[in-house]
């Protein structure tokens, strides 16, 4: 039996991954971060003989005694680094905490493995976040990098780790260029489930508009169970490479707001323009969208485009779920979750 460690397994796909390992037969770790409710964040909606089978380690990213007697007692087959702070606005904020978790916790890794376990594969979480300001769109392998941000930095820096590790060792260390990926275990912040919630929301009658910053950045959002196969067919390849995982498609934060709304029965006219901008129902013209300054980030990503050629070409991996259905589903989640208080995000 193949044994894998994830990191970051309480957030969005730490929950999908470990849902698809253990279906794959594996042992399954899990690495998180100790709090005072000891709660298990996306893993409590697993089911109670899959959250059993996972073995839980309590530590953080940035404890590398932590790390290295994990590393040399258990000798993994693959490790899969997901654990990050992995809000680019939140970056902008706390640009400190971010390099360390996200540069200083891979280094722990790849250190630790490189010390006690070199037959050890590797997964790194990297991003469509280190393109940036890009050159070129659809961005794939070969496009340059130009991040925007303190997190998208902190990833780059990350993806060289993993990069010179594998130059200069002869590990197996993988970097995953991963566009948006989304889904109903999505951290409240980001901004489709934070759309999807409102609707939900507006549509079982609150009077709460949601508040929104840049409406027209574009991003190439797919769904998150289908980019955790890509992070596992990346470990299985004979040699470690780097590869993007995306859909090929982008939408603005309008039109995702626009088709979140339209799953609950409301069309939106839009008013005004800038910070005045506001989006209506149309059908009673009540407020459901306002423009929040505080929402807006000091530099921004205008267009975020992948191509998964190579993914597709040498992994044989693909996306299945349609934008207009991701949203549905995640829309449709929001509603089931105001009927049925059970299915929050609130920890048993
Ligand atoms: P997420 O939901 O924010 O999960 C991040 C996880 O990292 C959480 O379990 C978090 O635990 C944990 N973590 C943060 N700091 C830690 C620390 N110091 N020690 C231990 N654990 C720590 O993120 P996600 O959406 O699942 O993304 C997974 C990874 O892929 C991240 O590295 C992210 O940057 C990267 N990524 C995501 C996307 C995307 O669209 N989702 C795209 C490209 C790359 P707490 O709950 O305790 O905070
Ligand atoms: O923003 C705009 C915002 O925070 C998407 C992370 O998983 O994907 C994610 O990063 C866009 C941006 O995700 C609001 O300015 C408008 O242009 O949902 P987001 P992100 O920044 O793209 C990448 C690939 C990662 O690697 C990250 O870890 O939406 N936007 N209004 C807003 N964004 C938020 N959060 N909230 C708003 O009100």
């Not at 893993?43 to 404890?63: N, Q, Y």
């Not at 709304?261 to 459901?288: C, H, L, S, Y």
């Amino acid at each position: 039996m193949k044994k894998a460690l994830i990191t970051g397994i309480t957030g969005q796909d730490g929950y999908f991954l470990a849902k698809f390992l253990l279906g794959k037969g594996y042992e399954v770790h899990g690495f998180a971060r100790r709090n005072s409710q000891m709660a298990l964040g996306t893993l409590v909606f697993l089911t109670p003989d899959e959250r059993s089978r996972i073995k839980m380690h309590w530590g953080d990213v940035l404890d590398h005694p932590f790390i290295d007697s994990l590393v040399r007692m258990n000798r993994y087959d693959e490790i899969y680094h997901l654990a990050a702070q992995s809000f680019v606005g939140l970056s902008f904020e706390n640009p400190k905490a971010t390099y360390d978790i996200n540069i200083g916790g891979t280094l722990n890794f790849v250190n630790a493995i490189k010390e006690y376990s070199q037959r050890t594969k590797m997964y790194f979480a990297a991003t469509s976040e280190m393109y940036g300001k890009a050159e070129a769109v659809p961005q794939d392998e070969r496009t340059p990098f130009h991040p925007r941000s303190p997190y998208g930095v902190a990833k780059l820096a990350g993806f060289w780790t993993i990069k010179n590790y594998r130059e200069s060792y002869g590990l197996y260390l993988t970097n995953g260029i991963l566009f948006n990926h989304e889904s109903e275990m999505r951290g409240p912040e980001f901004v489709t489930r934070k759309i999807a919630a409102g609707a939900a929301k507006i549509a079982r009658g609150s009077s709460e508009p949601i508040r929104l910053g840049n409406l027209e950045a574009r991003r190439d959002w797919g769904f998150a169970g289908d980019y955790v196969e890509g992070m596992w067919l990346m470990l299985q390849r004979p040699m470690p490479d780097d590869y993007v995982l995306a859909t090929g498609e982008n939408y603005s934060v309008r039109e995702c707001t626009e088709r979140a709304f339209g799953r609950v029965g409301i069309t939106i006219v839009w008013e005004g323009r800038g910070a005045d901008e506001i989006g209506k129902n149309a059908a009673n013209g009540q407020t459901v969208i306002t423009i929040d300054p505080a929402h807006f980030r000091p530099a921004e990503i205008d267009e975020l485009r992948g191509d998964a050629s190579k993914a597709k070409r040498e992994l044989g991996w693909t996306t299945r779920m349609s934008f207009d259905t991701l949203v549905a589903r995640m829309v449709d989640v929001e509603v089931a979750r105001l009927k049925r208080p059970d299915l929050q995000f609130t920890q048993a």
